[in-house]
């Protein structure tokens, strides 16, 4: 009996381990060997390789547990591109924010073209239905697709009307710095994803809360996450 609750203990604890580690390492922008120290000063001891397979492995179960339990979409949605290099070629991220600010999905895509945009698009469609108002910047490859999959929607090509998702492109450069570039599109692929649904989670709008709704909001958040981690072990 001892050591059965003994193991019981030993996998809460690394579950808690494992679930902290995969929160400080999209929450902030640290490498594997900083989640290892700080790991470490609580008492959990693992490799910067464990840190790695952790967040590559278990990040994806918090995001899609964020995504379930999410508000719906607005219908208004800002759409946007971003160029990335991997291993030296350029690729495009392109993302899209609702009204809210919640980032609904990622993709990245070689191309910039009307073709890429209603892959895209379809994606967004296919997942969250068709919005009522869709918000671009200047490039007429959106025309066409919004045409064709969106027809009824509101389509604003407007650069200074973007401001609300250029903003959302700076998490992602913070984290390229620190993890020297991107090595792959699967891998900028599997770690976006994640990276933007936790840091939605945990960075709300603070501008707009007032110090106790700010508190609330980042204890609920806690809450979430504790419970996305006990669901691991169910």
């Not at 770690?191 to 945990?202: E, P, S």
Request: aromatic share 8%; charged share 30%; net charge positive.
């Amino acid at each position: 009996m001892r050591a059965r609750s003994a193991r019981i203990q030993s996998c809460r604890s690394l579950t808690s381990g494992l679930a902290y580690a995969v929160w400080a390492y999209h929450r902030f922008a640290l490498s594997t060997a900083d989640v290892e120290d700080l790991l470490a000063e609580r008492d959990v001891t693992v490799s910067r390789e464990t840190v790695r397979k952790w967040v590559n492995r278990f990040g994806r179960h918090f995001a899609d547990c964020i995504k379930r339990d999410r508000p719906t979409a607005a219908d208004k949605w800002h759409l946007d591109e971003v160029v990335v290099p991997i291993n030296g070629v350029k690729q495009w991220l392109w993302r899209a924010v609702d009204a809210n600010g919640d980032v609904l999905d990622i993709l990245v895509q070689p191309r910039r073209n009307a073709k890429a945009a209603k892959r895209f698009l379809a994606r967004l469609i296919a997942r969250f239905g068709k919005p009522r108002v869709v918000v671009t910047d200047k490039l007429r490859s959106y025309i066409k697709p919004i045409r064709a999959l969106a027809p009824e929607a509101d389509h604003r090509a407007h650069k200074g009307l973007n401001n609300r998702i250029e903003g959302s492109h700076r998490p992602t450069r913070k984290r390229e710095k620190v993890m020297g570039r991107f090595k792959s599109i699967r891998q900028t692929q599997r770690f976006l994803v994640a990276h933007d649904q936790i840091n939605t989670m945990f960075r709300p709008r603070r501008y707009r809360l007032s110090t106790v709704s700010y508190r609330h909001a980042r204890s609920d958040a806690f809450n979430l996450w504790h419970g996305y981690a006990l669901e691991m072990t169910a």
